[in-house]
T-cell receptor
Framework: AQTVTQSQPEMSVQEAETVTLSCTYD???????LFWYKQPPSRQMILVIR??????QNATENRFSVNFQKAAKSFSLKISDSQLGDAAMYFC?????????FGTGTRLKVLA | DTAVSQTPKYLVTQMGNDKSIKCEQN?????MYWYKQDSKKFLKIMFS???????INETVPNRFSPKSPDKAHLNLHINSLELGDSAVYFC?????????????FGEGSWLTVV
């Protein structure tokens, strides 16, 4: 079965510091896509970053970057220079044919 | 211009009632989805449609009946509502099912059954 695991239910980071959210997944496929989504209290799902498995280079979007370790099936999200607006639930997701599978989420708190 | 829009955003109803949630996407996507997010924030797929055709039904009770009149719309009708149906329901779409695509979500419909 395809699964996505986020082992950290909650994380805290001081404003302006760096935090890393973990995600592991299980798949037998060789070509796939991975995503991180942010969900603020409004519950809107916002795409943060995506990674193609065939690309060795880690994706980067401004202060957000991933550490993609294909052999280890690990896909962590690093947030640099954390801001108060980064406080939210973060979901890791894996794309399977016809559906996207989401992890259980990590709640990120940003401390002023 | 909202890409994936769903209505209503909030819905409070009594047990046993029937309700519908509508969803429309203006992205020209072929594939649409319904996801349910429960009180523990678990996001679970319910249905997946491709070009109006049902592709995935993830063991959802048959009280839930999706309908896709065209590929831009995917509505969700729920019969005989139960307390456990209280959740946030997300409609979403992606360009197609097989491609390397991002999924885009609506803002969610908060259903409360009392």
């Amino acid at each position: 079965a395809q699964t996505v695991t986020q082992s950290q239910p909650e994380m805290s980071v001081q404003e302006a510091e760096t935090v890393t959210l973990s995600c592991t997944y299980d798949t037998s496929e060789s070509d796939y896509y991975l995503f991180w989504y942010k969900q603020p209290p409004s519950r809107q799902m916002i795409l943060v970053i995506r990674q193609e498995a065939y690309k060795q280079q880690n994706a980067t979007e401004n202060r957000f970057s991933v550490n993609f370790q294909k052999a280890a099936k690990s896909f962590s999200l690093k947030i640099s220079d954390s801001q108060l607006g980064d406080a939210a639930m973060y979901f890791c997701a894996y794309k399977l044919t016809y559906k996207y599978i989401f992890g259980t989420g990590t709640r990120l708190k940003v401390l002023a | 211009d909202t890409a994936v829009s769903q209505t209503p955003k909030y819905l409070v109803t009594q047990m046993g009632n029937d309700k519908s949630i509508k969803c429309e996407q203006n992205l020209g996507h072929d594939t649409m989805y319904w996801y349910k997010q429960d009180s523990k924030k678990f996001l679970k797929i319910m249905f997946s449609y491709n070009n109006k055709e049902l592709i995935i039904n993830e063991t959802v009770p048959n009280r839930f009946s999706p309908k896709s009149p065209d590929k831009a719309h995917l509505n969700l009708h729920i019969n005989s509502l139960e307390l456990g149906d209280s959740a946030v329901y997300f409609c979403a779409s992606s360009q197609d099912w097989a491609g390397r695509n991002t999924i885009y979500f609506g803002e969610g419909s908060w259903l409360t059954v009392v």
